[in-house]
């Protein structure tokens, strides 16, 4: 009885020192798993920190952005309130309130008068294959024509605002570039098809534009270049013949520099060479704006811009190739002299006209 009670005494020892050994090891590889597990997290745990730290970076960036778009619209209804509240003289003061309050009698009034005049100035008569020379009285002609010194439009570019304007250059910039990047209202307000944002676009454009000096440059010109079709070379004739203004109802653009001075002028986009017309112009409320442009294309063109409504009168049109089809002669077949003669925004005479 006594052997047998040492021997199962000795295998419980046993058993229990097998039990241990497996517990240790067990605990060994529990501890061993969890080291890796930890490692692990610890590693995503890093990666998932560098992601949301980029997201929130990501978020910012499109927090800044709201920010700013917030901003510009914002100061876009602050500008239209301080005009709203300007104290300006009588006869500016009614021009204003007919375009921020919309009175329909007198837009009315205007509306048929503008028709009227449309009407007059867009009758053309059927297309001509051939375009008459020896049009007009007048002895200036498009070679006469100069721009005005390249230093000169140069320091004109690095001026500022006009002194004591309520603008400052972000909010100028912003409506400039707004209509550089899409001039599809000129279409629009030659067919009179503007919608309300239009209109409100044109109101602000016109303080803004007042807001910029005037091109200063009295006796020397801007230059523009079109693709004249034969009824438009008709108008021009007509015009010519006339003398009488018309009203451009579009914005109206213009380089600084001659079609000469442009092809020598690398970092001039220059497209005269593509057009059959051009068109050299006396400016006395055009705006250089190329300060106020952020897309790099459109400041190299050195725009000289006119505002929409502005009236012009045509000194001079010139057939280069008389006698011959409308679409031969090439660029520049078509040479004419216009003035401005009055504009909705001051000129040089520190005025509206």
């Not at 798993?33 to 998932?48: D, G, M, T, V, Y």
């Not at 009285?137 to 001026?159: C, G, H, N, V």
């Not at 280069?320 to 401005?340: F, N």
Request: with cysteine; aromatic share 6%.
């Amino acid at each position: 009885m006594e052997q047998a009670e040492a021997r199962h005494l000795k295998g419980m020892e046993q058993a229990e020192a097998r039990q241990s050994k497996v517990n240790d090891e067990l605990m060994k590889g529990q501890h061993q798993l969890q080291e890796r597990q930890n490692a692990f997290e610890a590693k995503h745990s890093s990666i998932l920190d560098r992601v949301l730290d980029r997201l929130g970076e990501h978020d910012d960036h499109i927090r800044r952005y709201e920010e700013d778009t917030k901003a510009h619209g914002a100061d876009v209804a602050d500008l239209l309130e301080r005009v709203r509240n300007l104290e300006v003289e009588s006869d500016e003061r009614k021009l204003l309130d007919a375009m921020l309050d919309g009175r329909k009698s007198q837009q009315q009034g205007e509306e048929e008068e503008d028709a009227k005049e449309e009407d007059a100035n867009t009758k053309i008569p059927p297309a001509l294959s051939k375009v008459a020379d020896g049009i007009g009285l007048s002895t200036i002609s498009f070679e006469d024509t100069k721009p005005a010194p390249r230093e000169e439009i140069e320091a004109l570019a690095k001026q500022g605002l006009v002194k004591g304007s309520c603008l400052n250059k972000s909010v100028v910039s912003h409506i400039i570039s707004q209509y550089a990047k899409d001039c599809g209202i000129n279409g629009r307000r030659r067919r009179k098809k503007t919608c309300k944002k239009d209109e409100e676009f044109l109101t602000l454009s016109k303080i803004v534009l007042s807001a910029i000096p005037p091109y200063p440059f009295r006796e020397n010109f801007v230059y523009r270049c079109i693709n004249m079709t034969p009824e438009l070379a008709v108008w021009f004739q007509r015009q010519t013949m006339s003398g009488e203004p018309f009203k451009e109802p579009a914005f109206t653009s213009a380089c600084a520099f001659s079609p000469h001075q442009q092809q020598e002028m690398k970092e001039i986009p220059n497209i005269f060479h593509v057009m059959n017309t051009y068109i050299a112009i006396r400016s006395r409320s055009g705006r250089l704006v190329k300060k106020y442009v952020n897309s790099k294309g459109f400041q190299g063109e050195w725009e000289v811009l006119f505002c929409y409504d502005t009236m012009f009168r045509i000194l001079a049109f010139d057939d280069t190739k008389p006698g011959e089809e409308h679409g031969s002669g090439g660029a520049g077949r078509y040479q004419i002299v216009m003035e401005e003669v009055s504009s909705c925004i001051p000129g040089l005479d520190g005025g509206e006209d």
